[in-house]
């Protein structure tokens, strides 16, 4: 299916990591009103799943997914401007607080990221948690 608008040059193919990545984005956009509970947990790379779900407490899993996505689009390679890495995109200003070669693992840094979480709720992340 060819898709319309902005998207005009994406090709939806189901079942593809890009593509659930594009759903999910579509989703987002053009129903930010009527977004279900657990769409994001649905959405979300199996590695992923199971760290939210290991390091979140439940009631947090959708926006935790959400977050993280808007972040980095669940990249674990991905690197910020300020130089945050990874798909929850923790700042160079934690470096010292974490193993920053572990940061690079998706579990450890879903860790990290709820670490911060505890101390701070979504407020590192409040760009992202806006979109949510």
Same mark, same amino acid.
């Given at each position: ?19 659930? *990545? ?10 930010? !009103? ?6 994001? %947990? %649905? !959405? ?25 996505? *808007? ?25 010292? *607080? ?14 990290? %990221? ?12 409040? %760009?992202? *948690?806006?979109?949510?």
């Amino acid at each position: 299916m060819v898709l319309g608008g902005r998207f005009d040059s994406l090709y939806y193919n189901p079942g593809t990591a890009d593509n659930v *990545r594009v759903a999910a984005t579509l989703w987002h956009e053009l129903t930010p !009103a009527s977004r279900d509970a657990g769409y994001w %947990a %649905a !959405a979300a790379p199996s590695e992923i799943t199971v760290a939210v779900h290991r390091h979140f407490p439940p009631e947090e899993w959708d926006t935790a997914f959400c977050v993280a996505f *808007r972040a980095s689009t669940w990249q674990p390679t991905a690197v910020g401007l300020a130089g945050e890495i990874s798909i929850w995109q923790i700042h160079p200003v934690h470096f010292g *607080r974490f193993d920053t070669e572990r940061l690079w693992k998706i579990d450890y840094n879903t860790w990290a %990221a709820s670490v911060l979480w505890q101390e701070r709720g979504w407020q590192p992340w409040v %760009a992202e *948690r806006a979109q949510c």
